[in-house]
């Protein structure tokens, strides 16, 4: 593996004009159950890409 030397951890967010990708938290659990129940959801989870 490739040394990184010293990274920050967690990492800072990244922002773009219209998303903050961050780390999850607490506050973030009834919305990941929410789309892992999802009938929806499922249509796209666990199936292999289209050849």
Known sequence: MTELGSVAWPPEPIRTERLVLRESEA?????????????????????????
């Open 27 to 51: 506050r973030d659990r009834a919305a990941f159950i929410e789309l892992l129940v999802s009938p929806e959801v499922h249509t796209y989870l666990w199936r292999p890409p289209a050849a």
